[in-house]
């Protein structure tokens, strides 16, 4: 166990619905990092929080939103889903400072169906 | 734009061999390269380099990084079946986000 939670572990959902993908950070773990891997892609960075503020932005797509809670935990909320949105969505934690390396949860697979 | 690539982008080998895994980058801010194993999910870190010439090492594995050519390599000596998996190849640029190659896809055969 890692420490970095993420639920659900799997999600099967129709085209044009909407989805919260939930992700608590290791206990200490100021700032939290969405990633998406689709199959055979690497890992494509889409957000990052830092104490409920965003940090930086990737390639997130408009239909995307994450924020991040008081309590740190964070949410990735995807809506009007496509065929191409099915992919691991990874969530990472990492303390303040510099940190060695994220640490990741174990990922929430979503098909779109 | 950041950029990480790796190579090859998947090998088989057999136990007992040895393989070297490539890296190179091309990133405007570098603070550092990171290597990550990948198996059935969530990847896990191997090693963080930051400074040219100075091997990393973990048992069977190591590391090293170039930064006036912009690479690194991965080793993994007397390869076994539990070192199947993808390796990844990440670049900290300076904390806004870890840019990731593709990785490289292991698969070791008994």
């Known amino acids: 166990d890692s420490g970095v939670t993420q639920t659900p572990k799997h999600l099967i959902t129709a085209t044009g619905q909407r989805v919260t993908l939930r992700c608590s950070p290791r206990s200490g773990d100021l700032s939290v990092y969405w990633y998406q891997q689709s199959l055979d892609q690497g890992l494509q960075f889409l957000i990052q929080y830092y104490n409920g503020e965003e940090r930086a932005k990737g390639n997130i797509l408009e239909r995307f939103s994450a924020q991040q809670f008081p309590d740190l935990h964070s949410e990735l909320n995807l809506s009007s889903l496509e065929l191409g949105d099915s992919a691991l969505y990874f969530c990472?934690?990492?303390?303040?400072?510099?940190?060695?390396?994220?640490?990741f949860g174990s990922g929430t697979r979503l098909t779109v169906v | 734009e950041d950029k990480v690539v790796q190579s090859p982008l998947s090998l088989v080998v057999h136990e007992g061999d040895t393989v070297t895994l490539n890296c190179s980058y091309e990133v405007t801010n570098f603070r550092s390269l990171l290597w990550y194993k990948q198996e059935k999910k969530a990847p896990t870190f191997l090693f963080m380099l930051?400074?040219?010439?100075i091997e990393k090492k973990s048992g069977r594995l190591s590391s090293i990084l170039d930064k006036k050519e912009l690479f690194s390599i991965l080793n993994i000596t007397a390869t076994q079946t539990g070192d199947s998996a993808v390796y990844l190849c990440?670049?900290?640029?300076?904390?806004?986000?870890?840019?990731f190659g593709p990785g490289t896809r292991l698969s070791v055969l008994p």
């Open positions: 990440a670049v900290d640029n300076y904390g806004q986000n870890f840019v």
């Open positions: 990472a934690s990492s303390g303040t400072g510099y940190s060695y390396g994220y640490t």
């Open positions: 930051t400074s040219s010439g």
